[in-house]
């Protein structure tokens, strides 16, 4: 038996939504340390009158900032590209479907079917128009959440609670 079934159309504005969602808070709360510790180290620095010692270390702040920035951009157009020299368009059709072993996801395209069985997923991502879950080697599946209505989005999460054991939850709604 499946449930929740979706389906909708990856394209760029998806692409980019996802990326946004990549890092887990753990790794973005990270990210922000490897900036803001040269950025405090580079005022330090300039008010001790270690100036040369401070560019240094703003200059780092700044490159991680940049790389980070540059990553996920890149990220976003592989992607696109990907999907033009793949299916000759930059969007393709998927559905997703639940049962109690994982999730089944059909391309339209390519006509192809996948599935990932629920212990390899770690963490779910709720945005304004989607659910985005990543497995352990940051493998995405998508749920389209203007295809589950208010009671079957919380049945959804509910589903993932019994049957998802090793998910983390970042929801936009109250748990």
């Known amino acids: 038996m499946h449930c929740f ?11 980019q939504e ?8 753990e790794r973005r709360y990270g990210l922000i340390g490897c900036i803001v510790v040269p ?27 940049y790389y980070a920035y540059i990553v996920r951009r890149q990220g976003v157009q592989i992607s696109i590209a990907r999907l ?4 000759d368009s930059e969007e393709y059709r998927v559905t997703t479907w639940f049962d109690e072993s994982g999730i089944t996801t059909q391309n339209h395209v390519t006509n ?6 629920s212990a390899h997923y770690s963490r779910i991502v709720e ?11 940051n493998q995405i599946t ?34």
């Open 127 to 137: 945005t304004k128009r989607l659910f985005i879950l990543f497995t352990k080697a």
């Open 142 to 175: 998508i749920v389209f959440k203007d295809c589950l209505d208010e009671a079957e989005q919380a049945a959804f999460i509910s589903f993932l609670k019994g049957n998802f054991p090793n998910l983390q939850y970042e929801l936009k709604r109250k748990r």
């Open 112 to 117: 192809g079917v996948g599935s990932i069985r």
């Open 5 to 15: 079934e979706t389906t909708g159309v990856i394209d760029e504005t998806v692409t």
């Open 39 to 65: 950025a405090v180290l580079a005022i330090v620095c300039v008010m001790w009158s270690y100036e040369t010692l401070g560019a240094v270390a703003f200059t780092a702040a700044a490159l991680i900032t």
């Open 18 to 25: 996802v990326y946004a969602h990549m890092l887990s808070k």
């Open 84 to 87: 033009r020299e793949s299916y």
